[in-house]
C-alpha cells in the first residue's frame, strides 16, 4: 500500500449522483415488465398496510360523529389492534422477502453488466449505488400505487359500511390517511433498499472476470 | 528503432481455481514481458489460459501467486480504487461477446466511462461522437445494442475502449464471435489504433488472421508460454495462413 501513486493515480474516479440517478431511471424505464414485479410485490404490501391504518383512521373519525355510531362493528377503542399490527407487519416481511427475492434475480442476471461497469472503471460501490437507486425508486413507485389502491379499496369498504356520510367526513380523516401514506411511501423505500442491499453488494464485491463468466 | 519501454510485465504468474475439493491450474508460471506500442497476440487452443492471462493482465482478477506490472506498477500493491483508476484510464478492454450494456445506446455506451474519469458532460458527447464516427458507426450513435450487427457491436466496444485514451487494449477473442470479414475488419480496425495512436494491444485469439498484423505471438498450451515469436519468425508462417483461413472458423 506504500506506493507512491505513480503518475497519477490519484485522479478520482467518480459517478456524479445525477448521472447515477439517470442511468438507474434509464435501466428501470427499459426493463419496464421486468421491474414492474418487483414493484407489484411492494405494492401489494404497502395497499395493504394503507388500507389497514387509514380504515381506522377513517373508522375512529365516523364513530365520532354521533349520527351513525350504532351500525357496524367500528372499533370501540380507537387506534390500531394488535392483531391489525400483527397482520401489517407479517405483509410487509413477506413483501421484504418478495424483493429481496426478485432483486436477487435482476442482480443474479445482470452479472455481466456489472463486471463490464468495473472493466470500465467503475468503483464497487458504483455498482451498489446504482442498484439501490433502481431499487428505492422501485420501493417509491410501488409505494405510491400502492397507496392510491389501499386507499380506494377502504374508501369503497367504509362507503358500504357507512354510506355516505364517508365523504362528509373526509376532512376530518383526510390528514391521518395521508400521514399513513407518507409513511407508507418512505417504509416503502426502505425495504426495497434493504430487499435489494445485499444481492447488490456481493454482486460488486465480485471480480470482473468472475462477473462476466455467467453466461446467459 | 525507437526506444521501447516495457508497459506490461507477468512474472511467475499462476492462477489457480478451486472446484470443489480439485485445483486447477490454468496458469503454471507465465512470464511476459510486453512493449508500448506493441501488437501482441496470445494464441493458443480452447482451454489453453488465454483468457485467464488476459484477467491478469487487465487487473480484472488477482494471481494465485506472481505479480503483474503495468508501467512499473505492481498491481498487487494497488487499493481498489487505484485498480480502478487503472481499469479506467489505462486499459480499454474488448471482449469476444462484446460487452455493451444492453439498455444504453451506442453513444451512451462510449460515454459511461468517460461519466466514470470526470470528463464534463458536453466534451464527452463530442469525443463518444468522434471515436463513434472513427470507427464507422457516426449514424448509428442512438442504436441499441440489439439494433446493431455483431461486427457494428464489436465496433461500439472498440470505440468505447477507447474513450479515455487506454494506453494499453485488451482484446479476448475480439473476431471469435463475428465471421471472417467483419473479423477481418475489426483486426485491421485495432492495427489503425496501433499505429496511429501508438496503444498497444494484446489480443488473446486463435484466429490466424492475426497473424499478419501482429508483432509478436506468444503462444501458450496448458497454461504454460510454450514459444514466443517475433516478426520475422512470422513472415515465413503467413503464407500458409491463407490457405488455413477458409477452414477455420
Ligand atoms: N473461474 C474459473 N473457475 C474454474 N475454472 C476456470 C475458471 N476460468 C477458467 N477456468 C479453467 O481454466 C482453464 C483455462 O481457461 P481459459 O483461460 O478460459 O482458456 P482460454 O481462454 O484459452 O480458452 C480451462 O480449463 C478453464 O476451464
Ligand atoms: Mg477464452
Known amino acids: 500500500m506504500a506506493q507512491q501513486s505513480k503518475d497519477g493515480v490519484r485522479k478520482q474516479i467518480e459517478l456524479p449522483f445525477s448521472e447515477a440517478v439517470r442511468i438507474s431511471f434509464q435501466s428501470l424505464r427499459i426493463r419496464f ?36 355510531r350504532t351500525v357496524i362493528d367500528a372499533p370501540q377503542s380507537e387506534g390500531v389492534s394488535a392483531q391489525q399490527i400483527w397482520l401489517v407487519v407479517m405483509s410487509l416481511i413477506v413483501c421484504v422477502v418478495g424483493i429481496a427475492n426478485s432483486m436477487l434475480m435482476a442482480v443474479t442476471e445482470r452479472f455481466r453488466e456489472i463486471g ?6 467503475a468503483l464497487n460501490k458504483f455498482v451498489v449505488e446504482l442498484f439501490l437507486l433502481e431499487s428505492s425508486f422501485q420501493g417509491l413507485s410501488g409505494a405510491l400505487m400502492g397507496s392510491i389502491i389501499g386507499f380506494i379499496s377502504i374508501m369503497l369498504l367504509s362507503l358500504k359500511d357507512y354510506g355516505l356520510d364517508v365523504f362528509r367526513q373526509f376532512p376530518n380523516y383526510i390528514l391521518g390517511v395521508l400521514a399513513y401514506i407518507g409513511i407508507a411511501c418512505i417504509l416503502g423505500m426502505v425495504l426495497a433498499v ?20 455467467v453466461d446467459l | 528503432m525507437s526506444e521501447k519501454r516495457v508497459t506490461v510485465k507477468a512474472e511467475g504468474v499462476i492462477k489457480e481455481y478451486r472446484m470443489g475439493g480439485t485445483v486447477l491450474q490454468a496458469l503454471k508460471g507465465v512470464d511476459v514481458s510486453i512493449e508500448k506500442g506493441e501488437y501482441i497476440s496470445i494464441m493458443g487452443p480452447s482451454g489453453s489460459g488465454k483468457s485467464t492471462l488476459f484477467n491478469m493482465i487487465g487487473a480484472l482478477d488477482e494471481p494465485t501467486s506472481g505479480v503483474v506490472y503495468i508501467d512499473d506498477v505492481n498491481l498487487l500493491e494497488l487499493s481498489p480504487a487505484e485498480i480502478a483508476w487503472i481499469r479506467c484510464w489505462k486499459i480499454g478492454y474488448i471482449f469476444q461477446s462484446f460487452n455493451l450494456l ?24 463530442d469525443k463518444a461522437m468522434e471515436l463513434l464516427t472513427k470507427v464507422g458507426l ?5 442504436h441499441k445494442p440489439t439494433e446493431l450487427s455483431g461486427g457494428q457491436q464489436q465496433r461500439v466496444a472498440i470505440a468505447r475502449a477507447l474513450a479515455n485514451g487506454p494506453a494499453i487494449i485488451l482484446a479476448d477473442e475480439p473476431t ?47 497454461g504454460m508460454v510454450e514459444q514466443i515469436k517475433n516478426r520475422a519468425e512470422l513472415e515465413i508462417e503467413i503464407g500458409s495462413v491463407e490457405g488455413e483461413e477458409s477452414g477455420h472458423l
Open chain 1, 33 to 68: 415488465w421486468r421491474s414492474m414485479i418487483t414493484t407489484a410485490g411492494i405494492l401489494l404490501g404497502i395497499a395493504f398496510f394503507v388500507a389497514v391504518l387509514s380504515g381506522n383512521v377513517i373508522s375512529a373519525s365516523m364513530s365520532k360523529s354521533e349520527t351513525l
Open chain 1, 116 to 121: 463490464t461497469m468495473k472493466c470500465l472503471g
Open chain 1, 194 to 213: 434493504i430487499g435489494a442491499a445485499g444481492p447488490a453488494y456481493r454482486a460488486a464485491q465480485l471480480p470482473p472476470a468472475d462477473a462476466m463468466r
Open chain 2, 102 to 125: 444492453p439498455v444504453m445506446s451506442a453513444l451512451e455506451n462510449v460515454t459511461l466511462p468517460m461519466i466514470f474519469a470526470g470528463v464534463p458532460v458536453s466534451e464527452r458527447r
Open chain 2, 138 to 142: 457516426g449514424e448509428r450513435a442512438d
Open chain 2, 176 to 222: 471469435g464471435n463475428l465471421d471472417l470479414k467483419t473479423g477481418r475488419d475489426i483486426i485491421n480496425l485495432l492495427k489503425e489504433m496501433n499505429e496511429e495512436e501508438d496503444v498497444t494491444i494484446i489480443s488473446a485469439t486463435h484466429d490466424l488472421k492475426m497473424l499478419d498484423v501482429s508483432d509478436r505471438v506468444v503462444y501458450i498450451r496448458d
